[in-house]
């Protein structure tokens, strides 16, 4: 073949957090400020270009009033790329609401550690392809992290070097990594901990937490070799919109979907 | 009426969202009467392919769907639903799919550490689409559209002539985009891959009309 070679895409996934109606940030998960609404958000996000959106419910309350999934069934009518919803996901019910919602995917964190089996039934029924293992990862040493769980707030005693494997034998698709200590604090991402999971696991693994501008993914991509880069303060905070940082990507020689 | 056949495979959802932006009137239906009826019908899936078969025999959806592609109603199989569009399929053992497009569906190749463009398997994300030939449903795509692919196998497609465009896994161009008279199949999800999804499942609802509905003929399995 003479086609000339074209480095793989690197998927860019806006996630927001979301509070009752709202978007909201916070620092190490924590001290959340109102960002705005989450339909109006989502829009302007695949319009300029996310190639996935995360919804990450933050008070995990999937039927409370100004519930995620009216959210995600609002943003459903006008996003057209992969939605993955997380935050309260416990039961088959559960996923089949978010799935009916509009969303694909679904991502498993407490439910999961209280009973890793959930994620094979999960897989099993709705297949690899829709359930992410959501890991909030604390570092206690320096080649050790703790795996949090009710977004950050609770410890679990659980070795995330060792949870990413288990998961993946029981048959998630993908791993959402979300760094605890850089989340929210815009100081660029934790590649140890990112590196250590890539080699440790084959399914796709999506980087979350601490972006600060777009050098920060392009320094991210070229030393950890990560499928995908999940954002949320750098495209809420306008600081590096989706295309600066695609284009960033494209211009360090890494594939980006313009 | 485009009729969504759910057979309890699939994000149905999504796809119903997708068709209601291209202002698509459709239905989502497990009945065989209305697949019968239908003026072009979309096979979703997800999952394994020897269960998705099954899911089609336990509600009875396979005979309906056969009586349709002969009567040349379009069809659009998408990811899995594409996949089981062949004559077989080697997913946790061989299994017999619908046989609409002569063809059967193999694991993707593993990467190779010399490959630059070396993906994981499964194959997840957005990828360039290789345009093999002009056909309705690619009409007005650029040279390097990028569609949202999630999967682990691929159609090895017996007729040349029935790819309209590839996608590269591994060093293997493997059919994204297939073609066999009025039945079409997408290995990607349309309704996931953005404005120019969206463009190309328009184009599948225009086209489901007189044009391509012609009646097929010997090379349509029974099973």
Request: glycine content about 10%; some cysteine; hydrophobic content about 45%.
């Amino acid at each position: 073949m003479s086609r000339t070679a074209a480095p793989i895409p690197v998927r860019i996934i806006a996630r927001l957090d979301i509070k009752g109606a709202n978007v909201i940030k916070g620092v190490h998960l924590e001290g959340l400020r109102v960002i705005g609404s989450p339909g109006e958000i989502a829009r302007r996000y695949y319009k300029t270009g996310a190639d996935e959106i995360l919804y990450m419910d933050v008070v995990a309350s999937l039927y409370g009033r100004n519930n995620i999934l009216s959210v995600v069934e609002e943003a459903a009518r006008e996003v057209f790329v992969p939605m993955t919803v997380g935050g309260g996901i416990r039961t088959v019910e559960d996923i089949v609401a978010a799935l009916r919602s509009g969303a694909d995917k679904v991502a498993v964190n407490t439910a999961a550690i209280a009973r890793p089996e959930f994620l094979g039934e999960a897989a099993t029924i709705f297949g690899s392809q829709c359930i992410l293992l959501s890991v909030e990862a604390k570092r206690r040493a320096p080649d050790r992290w703790e795996a949090l769980t009710d977004n950050g707030r609770e410890t679990s005693g659980v070795d995330v070097l060792d949870w990413v494997v288990e998961a993946e034998q029981l048959g998630v698709g993908e791993i959402l990594l979300t760094s605890v200590d850089m989340e929210g604090t815009r100081r660029g991402f934790d590649k140890e901990l990112i590196a250590a999971v890539r080699e440790r696991v084959q399914v796709p693994v999506i980087a979350c937490g601490g972006a600060g501008q777009a050098d920060d993914v392009v320094d991210l991509v070229a030393e950890s070799d990560c499928d995908a880069v999940c954002c949320a303060s750098i495209f809420h905070y306008d600081v590096a919109p989706i295309g600066a940082v695609k284009q960033a990507l494209v211009a360090a020689g890494h594939g980006a979907r313009l | 009426m485009i009729v969504i056949v759910d057979y309890g495979r699939g994000n149905l959802f999504s796809l119903s969202k997708a068709l209601d932006r291209n202002g698509a009137r459709h239905c989502i239906s497990d009945q065989a009467a209305l697949v019968r009826r239908a003026d072009s019908l979309i096979l979703p899936g997800v999952g394994a392919f020897g269960a998705s078969m099954a899911a089609l025999r336990a509600r009875d959806l396979v005979a309906p769907l056969q009586g349709a592609v002969r009567a040349g109603t379009p069809l659009l199989g998408i990811c899995l639903g594409m996949q089981i569009l062949a004559v077989a399929g080697d997913e946790f053992g061989r299994h017999e799919g619908l046989g609409f497009i002569p063809g059967t569906v193999r694991r993707l190749p593993a990467p190779r550490a010399d490959d630059a463009e070396a993906v994981r398997i499964p194959n997840v994300g957005w990828r360039r689409l290789e345009s093999c030939r002009a056909d309705a449903l690619t009409r007005e795509f650029g040279d390097a559209e990028m569609m949202y692919f999630t999967h682990s196998f691929g159609m090895a497609v017996e007729d040349v002539d029935n790819v309209v465009a590839t996608v590269r896994v591994n060093g293997l161009d493997v059919p994204a985009i297939v073609r066999h008279g009025a039945i079409c199949g997408c290995q990607f999800h349309p309704e996931r891959s953005g404005e120019a999804g969206l463009a190309l499942l328009a184009r599948f609802v225009d086209r489901g009309d007189a044009d391509l509905a012609r009646p097929q003929t010997s090379s349509i399995g029974g099973n």
